[in-house]
């Protein structure tokens, strides 16, 4: 049953795997372990940036292809809840209708993009998805009838996954039983299907002639598999997931816009999970999801900290100033590509090696 | 960068062709000279921003995502060098400007190229030949590069006025050319020619010309390439330095993430051009700089989107860039 689940891919390393038995028990039973409105945000983007990151690796970690234009599909999916919302009204139809139609978009611009610049040289398509993703936000910005422009839209989900929609008169372990904490819930299983669903891609025939096209394009293409097809493929399944991760982010917001979904620093983001985590492996985005965006959360705090304690030298004041918390993450980032370049879930797995 | 006789002139013919196709759409003559020469203008910053990137591509076959941070450098370094010298740098003689600029533009040089030497030793030396790390580590690289200059000149923007000199706009009958786009239009002309010289008729470029064509046999002479290629990134980050001091005024302000924002274009400039190529990248920042203007005034929803539109044709017909370079 569980081999089958996980599709024969254990974490391969007892550490590895308390912690990932830990991760989800604890997002599992995080509104109750966690209360809070900020334990529960901060757990929902989790499994939110999970599923994205995940999708990434796909193409990023098992294909060996450089994309920038990933949170185009996050976005997309985003805008396609919000646009449907706003349209048609909070109904479930309106859900699956906007779901539906920006998995549509989703798949042909992928397919597009892919099958224009995966044939040219690999270093092209990573400049040309940063080309095209900058297009894309402008033009979200620009058509602001049906995205709102840099506003961004605001809507409402059914009644039964909004805050509003609270069924019993007494708490359950101290929590209220609301939609809020069904819709937590919806993404949490969501969240579990997609991961699933994506070991079952990279552990089967195809993800293995993904991995070979990574680790050596002309033999791949040399055995007889046709690479711009297998890269293609990779392309458009990855950001059909990630479209689902960005219909999961606006169902947990009930807003999306330009910044929320689209920005480049969401991009950022992604490779950094991806690289802290351990490329090529799912695992690792679950845990580099983790860490980063609790990091994220409660580094700005600790740089407060740090910034108030060292107000005498303004100098170092202003490198430890909470605004400035990406320059942190980005020397973190470097360091971690010249001295961890396998991840946290490398690591993890080389450990076992060495001791075995 | 193929020299006389057997020269490929069908991409070179793309430029006057492009500007003569949209003349009818323009309707009047005057206002297609303004345009056509804001877009020479801008093609000509654009390049000396993306030459330096071109061949550290074609040289070394390093993908530097980082190029922006020099471009937002040399601007901001410009601020503060034009700020103290407010009197000469607001006089309306240009050569009192000339002053002011000129130190300007080679203080922001000598920055952008000195922070290039420490860019190449921490963050690209250790990825050579490893592509995927090379874009990861200096996306890294450029992120901090943005935030320190954060810390230093804050996260606002700033103004970055024209020197009065340069102001105003000269009239060839009903035209109006800005007197600094041809400013721009001149220094462009003199990066170019001082690159396609040096890499034409000196030493130097011989060995960066056969380095680019084939490292191996140019390292078992006895060169040593990897030196060469550290002058060349620092050159190329003086030049984005430099290109940077023009935007900013060609812009009149700077902000800290004007890198991210140009690095767009700059990527169509060279993959237009073939990676490698700095006539292919001459070619390529002229026609995405008239292009822009041209449908920055006709339909100005598209500016951006015609930049792409453009490298798609043009790597339909050329899947490689016009100026291909060999062995790649």
Same mark, same amino acid.
């Given at each position: 049953?569980?081999?089958?689940?996980?599709?024969?891919?254990?974490?391969?390393? /007892?550490?590895?795997?308390?912690?990932?038995?830990?991760?989800?028990?604890?997002?599992?039973?995080?509104?109750?372990?966690?209360?809070?409105? /900020?334990?529960?945000?901060?757990?929902?983007?989790?499994?939110?940036?999970?599923?994205?990151?995940?999708?990434?690796?796909? #193409?990023?970690?098992?294909?060996?292809?450089?994309?920038?234009?990933?949170?185009?599909?996050?976005?997309?999916?985003?805008?396609?809840?919000?646009?449907?919302?706003?349209?048609?009204?909070?109904?479930?139809?309106?859900?699956?209708?906007? !779901?539906?139609?920006?998995?549509?978009?989703?798949?042909?611009?992928?397919?597009?993009?892919?099958?224009?610049?995966?044939?040219?040289?690999?270093?092209?398509?990573?400049?040309?998805?940063?080309?095209?993703?900058?297009?894309?936000?402008?033009?979200?910005?620009?058509?602001?009838?049906?995205?709102?422009?840099?506003?961004? !839209?605001?809507? /409402?989900?059914?009644?039964?996954?909004?805050?509003?929609?609270?069924? +019993?008169?007494?708490?359950?372990?101290?929590?209220?039983?609301?939609?809020?904490?069904?819709?937590?819930? #919806?993404?949490?299983?969501?969240?579990?299907?997609?991961? #699933?669903?994506?070991?079952?891609?990279?552990?089967?025939?195809?993800?293995?002639?993904?991995?070979?096209?990574?680790?050596?394009?002309?033999?791949?293409?040399?055995?007889?598999?046709?690479?711009?097809?297998?890269?293609?493929?990779?392309?458009?399944?990855?950001?059909?997931?990630?479209?689902?991760?960005?219909?999961?982010?606006?169902?947990?917001?009930?807003?999306?816009?330009?910044?929320?979904?689209?920005? +480049?620093?969401?991009?950022?983001?992604?490779?950094?999970?991806?690289?802290?985590?351990?490329?090529?492996?799912?695992?690792?985005?679950?845990?580099?999801?983790? !860490?980063?965006?609790?990091?994220?959360?409660?580094?700005?705090?600790?740089?407060?900290?740090?910034?108030?304690?060292?107000?005498?030298?303004?100098?170092?004041?202003?490198? !430890?100033?909470?605004?400035?918390?990406?320059?942190?993450?980005?020397?973190?980032?470097?360091?971690?590509?010249?001295?961890?370049?396998?991840?946290?879930?490398?690591?993890?797995?080389?450990?076992?090696?060495?001791?075995? | 960068?193929?020299?006389?006789?057997?020269?490929?002139?069908?991409?070179?013919?793309?430029?006057?062709?492009?500007?003569?196709?949209?003349?009818?759409?323009?309707?009047?003559?005057?206002?297609?000279?303004?345009?056509?020469? =804001?877009?020479?203008?801008?093609?000509?910053?654009?390049?000396?921003? =993306?030459?330096?990137?071109?061949?550290?591509?074609?040289?070394?076959?390093?993908?530097?995502?980082?190029?922006?941070?020099?471009?937002?450098?040399?601007?901001?370094?410009?601020?503060?060098?034009?700020?103290?010298?407010?009197?000469?740098?607001?006089?309306?003689?240009?050569?009192?400007?000339?002053?002011?600029?000129?130190?300007?533009?080679?203080? =922001?040089?000598?920055?952008?190229?000195?922070?290039?030497?420490?860019?190449?030793?921490?963050?690209?030396?250790?990825?050579?030949?490893?592509?995927?790390?090379?874009?990861?580590?200096?996306?890294?690289?450029?992120?901090?590069?943005?935030?320190?200059?954060?810390?230093?000149?804050?996260?606002?923007?700033?103004?970055?006025?024209?020197?009065?000199?340069?102001?105003?706009?000269?009239?060839?009958?009903?035209?109006?050319?800005?007197?600094?786009?041809?400013?721009?239009?001149?220094?462009?002309?003199?990066?170019?020619?001082?690159?396609?010289?040096?890499?034409?008729?000196?030493?130097?470029?011989?060995?960066?010309?056969?380095?680019?064509?084939?490292?191996?046999?140019?390292?078992?002479?006895?060169?040593?390439?990897?030196?060469?290629?550290?002058?060349?990134?620092?050159?190329?980050?003086?030049?984005?330095?430099?290109?940077?001091?023009?935007?900013?005024?060609?812009?009149?302000?700077?902000?800290?993430?004007?890198?991210?924002?140009?690095?767009?274009?700059?990527?169509?400039?060279?993959?237009?051009?073939?990676?490698?190529?700095?006539?292919?990248?001459?070619?390529?920042?002229?026609?995405?700089?008239?292009?822009?203007?041209?449908?920055?005034?006709?339909?100005?929803?598209?500016?951006?989107?015609?930049?792409?539109?453009?490298?798609?044709?043009?790597?339909?017909?050329?899947?490689?860039?016009?100026?291909?370079?060999?062995?790649?």
């Amino acid at each position: 049953m569980l081999n089958r689940l996980l599709s024969g891919d254990y974490p391969r390393s /007892k550490v590895l795997a308390v912690i990932l038995v830990a991760i989800f028990l604890g997002l599992a039973s995080a509104p109750f372990l966690f209360p809070g409105v /900020k334990a529960l945000s901060v757990a929902a983007k989790v499994l939110i940036f999970v599923v994205l990151v995940a999708s990434f690796d796909l #193409l990023l970690g098992y294909t060996g292809i450089v994309s920038f234009a990933h949170t185009m599909f996050f976005g997309i999916g985003a805008y396609g809840i919000a646009v449907a919302t706003t349209r048609v009204g909070p109904t479930w139809s309106a859900l699956a209708v906007g !779901l539906g139609g920006a998995l549509v978009l989703s798949l042909l611009l992928s397919l597009a993009v892919g099958l224009f610049s995966l044939r040219v040289r690999a270093i092209f398509f990573a400049m040309i998805t940063l080309a095209v993703a900058a297009a894309f936000q402008t033009l979200a910005s620009q058509l602001s009838d049906i995205t709102g422009g840099e506003d961004g !839209l605001t809507f /409402k989900v059914p009644e039964i996954l909004s805050p509003s929609f609270e069924p +019993f008169d007494d708490p359950f372990l101290g929590v209220t039983l609301d939609g809020r904490l069904l819709c937590y819930y #919806l993404l949490f299983v969501t969240a579990v299907v997609l991961v #699933l669903a994506l070991l079952r891609i990279v552990n089967s025939p195809f993800g293995r002639v993904l991995q070979a096209i990574r680790e050596n394009e002309f033999r791949a293409e040399a055995i007889g598999y046709r690479v711009v097809v297998y890269r293609t493929t990779s392309s458009v399944l990855s950001a059909l997931f990630a479209t689902m991760a960005g219909a999961m982010l606006a169902l947990w917001l009930r807003y999306n816009g330009p910044d929320t979904s689209l920005s +480049f620093e969401i991009m950022m983001d992604c490779l950094l999970i991806v690289v802290i985590g351990g490329m090529g492996t799912i695992y690792g985005a679950v845990i580099g999801a983790v !860490l980063f965006l609790v990091a994220q959360s409660y580094l700005q705090d600790l740089l407060r900290l740090g910034s108030e304690a060292t107000s005498g030298l303004p100098w170092l004041s202003a490198l !430890l100033s909470p605004d400035r918390w990406l320059l942190w993450l980005g020397v973190l980032f470097v360091l971690s590509v010249y001295y961890f370049p396998t991840g946290v879930v490398g690591r993890l797995r080389a450990a076992v090696r060495r001791a075995a | 960068m193929s020299m006389a006789r057997d020269f490929d002139w069908k991409p070179l013919a793309l430029v006057p062709a492009l500007a003569l196709l949209v003349l009818p759409f323009i309707g009047s003559p005057s206002t297609w000279l303004t345009l056509t020469v =804001a877009g020479l203008a801008m093609g000509m910053i654009i390049f000396i921003i =993306a030459s330096g990137l071109t061949l550290v591509f074609g040289l070394m076959d390093v993908l530097n995502f980082g190029h922006g941070v020099f471009i937002a450098l040399g601007a901001f370094v410009a601020t503060s060098v034009l700020g103290a010298m407010g009197d000469w740098a607001g006089s309306d003689q240009l050569w009192r400007n000339m002053v002011a600029v000129l130190p300007a533009m080679l203080v =922001a040089m000598a920055v952008a190229g000195a922070v290039g030497l420490a860019f190449e030793r921490f963050i690209v030396r250790p990825v050579y030949g490893q592509h995927l790390k090379q874009i990861l580590i200096t996306m890294g690289g450029m992120i901090i590069g943005e935030e320190l200059i954060k810390v230093i000149w804050g996260p606002a923007q700033i103004p970055l006025p024209l020197p009065g000199g340069m102001r105003g706009a000269l009239l060839i009958g009903d035209a109006a050319i800005e007197k600094y786009r041809l400013v721009a239009v001149a220094v462009g002309l003199l990066v170019f020619a001082v690159l396609a010289w040096t890499l034409s008729r000196t030493k130097v470029g011989l060995l960066i010309r056969a380095g680019v064509q084939d490292r191996e046999m140019v390292e078992s002479l006895g060169y040593r390439i990897r030196r060469l290629f550290v002058g060349v990134f620092v050159v190329g980050s003086a030049l984005a330095g430099l290109g940077g001091v023009m935007w900013g005024l060609y812009q009149q302000s700077v902000v800290p993430q004007m890198g991210a924002q140009v690095n767009v274009l700059i990527f169509i400039v060279i993959i237009i051009g073939g990676l490698g190529s700095t006539g292919g990248a001459l070619i390529g920042a002229l026609l995405v700089g008239l292009m822009a203007n041209y449908t920055g005034f006709l339909v100005p929803k598209v500016a951006l989107f015609s930049n792409i539109a453009l490298m798609v044709a043009i790597l339909l017909w050329r899947p490689q860039g016009v100026y291909p370079v060999a062995n790649r």
